[in-house]
């Protein structure tokens, strides 16, 4: 096999293995969504390209050829949606859906010869015959890619964090050199003596995306080493189902039409595609025992706390558990957990694992940290209270207590947009950071807790409410009993008797049942119950 059929193969598995490792970030944002699609849009790029230059004939090659088109405008336009999902910057009006359209546009064109109507051969191998619509295609395409690095570009220029610059620099590079590079196998196969770079491209994506996972400490030493075993697992099973496919077919299909042969191979890739989820959570598993040991099971634990504690109902009890979860999984000196008091004007010291006694004022309802929080959904790093972005109005006594205990990492708790609670984390007792794994846990367990500890919160406000309701029921019998006089209760809406004390049985001689079923007007003498009727009326109207 020649360089010009590897390169495509190799870009295959390449963002085969990019495509997977996101999918292992086990994130459902629309974020991770999207640049998984674009992903797996560049991998059937090169799978595509592959094919054609594989091809027996030119009629062979013209069948994949059109179909790379339609999968080069989703990788466009999955590029353009990234950006800005990325950066948050709100298309204009439409634009989106327009562009979306371009892939379902080289689709519907798939049959014809408007885009590309046959293939010829060149110096590097095959190259395609433009068609009527081809310029203007190839055009609207470009314009989406511009569109998507003038995000990037604007979102460097207005960010004040070096890393996140460094970050959309290696972004811009490396998604540029790729599209740009598929764009010159369309300049070459116009006749211009350029060898096409487009698989290069995709390749050199592939190797800086690389670099910045490394470079940027995006990823441990010891979590990049671990992703890498579960893709090696995963790019020798799909190199093997694939390879082995691809060469029974050519066995025992030979002889088969173009078109057949294509529908196929498509057919072969889906099969794959299917296989891949089980294939990334037997490995995912296998790899995260064999490198965690003796965190495993409570990382386990820790992801099922929120289906395992929404039916708890004590609040003290579900703080200890949590607080100790967090320590055991994420190797933690200290977790300590903040809730509100009754009043909501402080947050108060509920549970902690280094021995710090709960209660007591500890954060003001002034206090700059929550007012950060209030505003803000993310989890705070910082090393020590000198280095949180309000250290300079944290007030002497906040200092000193965050001082105290000690935390490397701030996680808020919010339900419904309100902040509801406060996890600080301390220093891992191994004294190594946290990863981005570890505080993305961190986040979807605040998410989840927080649901569980103010339903929690609301069933101890409610048991605390039905208890001085049962207080004060108490209280107003042992004054009822005691009166010296007959006391009556009337309902206002029916005017019947709903209690009485001893003193008015005796005084009226009824018994307690036959009381409670008359009204007030009951009460007075015969004659006089016609008048009494309208008095009750008038005061109880």
């Known amino acids: 096999m020649t360089s010009y059929e590897l390169l495509p193969l190799a870009a295959f598995v390449i963002n085969v293995a990019l495509f997977a490792w996101i999918l292992l970030l086990k994130r459902k944002s629309p974020l991770h969504r999207v640049f998984s699609a674009f992903l797996l849009s560049m991998a059937l790029w090169g799978l595509s390209i592959y094919a054609m230059r594989t091809s027996p004939d030119l009629s062979g090659a013209l069948a994949w050829d059109k179909a790379v088109l339609p999968v080069l405008a989703a990788i466009v336009v999955f590029f353009l949606h990234f950006t800005y999902l990325y950066t948050g910057f709100k298309p204009r009006k439409r634009l989106l859906a327009s562009a979306y359209l371009l892939p379902i546009l080289g689709g519907v064109l798939y049959p014809t010869h408007l885009l590309v109507h046959g293939m010829k051969h060149r110096f590097y191998g095959y190259a395609p015959e433009a068609g009527i619509l081809f310029p203007p295609y190839l055009l609207a395409l470009h314009v989406v890619v511009l569109l998507g690095l003038v995000n990037l570009v604007r979102a460097h220029r207005l960010s004040r964090s070096e890393d996140e610059r460094e970050r959309l620099r290696y972004m811009i590079l490396g998604i540029a050199s790729s599209i740009i590079g598929g764009i010159t196998d369309y300049i070459a196969a116009a006749g211009l003596p350029m060898y096409p770079l487009g698989i290069p491209g995709n390749i050199l994506f592939g190797l800086l995306t690389t670099v910045a996972i490394v470079h940027l400490r995006l990823l441990d030493v010891v979590l990049a080493f671990r992703k890498g075993i579960?893709?090696?697992?995963?790019?020798?099973?799909?190199?093997?189902?694939?390879?082995?496919?691809?060469?029974?077919?050519?066995?025992?299909?030979?002889?088969?039409?173009?078109?057949?042969?294509?529908?196929?191979?498509?057919?072969?890739?889906?099969?794959?595609?299917?296989?891949?989820?089980?294939?990334?959570?037997?490995?995912?598993?296998?790899?995260?025992?064999?490198?965690?040991?003796?965190?495993?099971?409570?990382?386990?634990?820790?992801?099922?706390?929120?289906?395992?504690?929404?039916?708890?109902?004590?609040?003290?009890?579900?703080?200890?558990?949590?607080?100790?979860?967090?320590?055991?999984?994420?190797?933690?000196?200290?977790?300590?957990?903040?809730?509100?008091?009754?009043?909501?004007?402080?947050?108060?010291?509920?549970?902690?694992?280094?021995?710090?006694?709960?209660?007591?004022?500890?954060?003001?309802?002034?206090?700059?940290?929550?007012?950060?929080?209030?505003?803000?959904?993310?989890?705070l790093l910082a090393a020590s209270p000198a280095d949180l972005p309000f250290a300079s109005s944290l007030p002497p006594e906040e200092r000193a207590t965050l001082d105290a205990l000690k935390g490397e990492i701030y996680v808020p708790l919010k339900t419904q947009g309100e902040l509801s609670g406060l996890l600080i984390v301390g220093r891992k007792a191994s004294g190594h950071p946290y990863s981005d794994e570890d505080i993305g846990l961190l986040q979807t367990v605040a998410h989840q807790?927080?649901?569980?500890?103010?339903?929690?919160?609301?069933?101890?406000?409610?048991?605390?409410?039905?208890?001085?309701?049962?207080?004060?029921?108490?209280?107003?019998?042992?004054?009822?009993?005691?009166?010296?006089?007959?006391?009556?209760?009337?309902?206002?809406?029916?005017?019947?008797?709903?209690?009485?004390?001893?003193?008015?049985l005796a005084l009226t001689g009824y018994t307690t049942n036959e009381l409670l079923s008359l009204d007030a007007v009951a009460l007075h003498m015969p004659e006089e119950r016609e008048r009494a009727a309208e008095i009750w009326s008038r005061t109880v109207g």
């Open 230 to 379: 579960v893709y090696s697992i995963i790019s020798a099973v799909l190199l093997a189902t694939y390879g082995g496919g691809v060469v029974l077919l050519n066995q025992f299909l030979q002889g088969i039409a173009t078109t057949a042969s294509f529908v196929l191979n498509i057919l072969l890739v889906l099969l794959v595609a299917v296989a891949l989820h089980p294939i990334l959570r037997w490995s995912q598993s296998l790899v995260d025992r064999w490198f965690y040991r003796g965190r495993y099971d409570h990382l386990r634990a820790l992801e099922r706390f929120g289906l395992e504690t929404k039916d708890l109902t004590d609040l003290q009890q579900l703080a200890s558990s949590l607080i100790k979860l967090i320590t055991l999984a994420m190797k933690a000196r200290a977790v300590h957990l903040l809730l509100p008091d009754r009043a909501r004007d402080n947050f108060e010291l509920v549970a902690s694992t280094d021995g710090t006694q709960p209660g007591g004022a500890i954060l003001s309802s002034a206090s700059p940290l929550l007012a950060w929080f209030a505003v803000r959904p993310n989890v």
């Open 449 to 504: 807790a927080s649901t569980a500890i103010r339903n929690s919160q609301l069933f101890a406000e409610a048991e605390a409410r039905a208890g001085e309701a049962r207080q004060s029921e108490r209280r107003y019998k042992n004054l009822l009993e005691r009166a010296n006089d007959a006391i009556f209760l009337i309902g206002t809406d029916t005017l019947r008797i709903v209690d009485a004390n001893q003193q008015a």
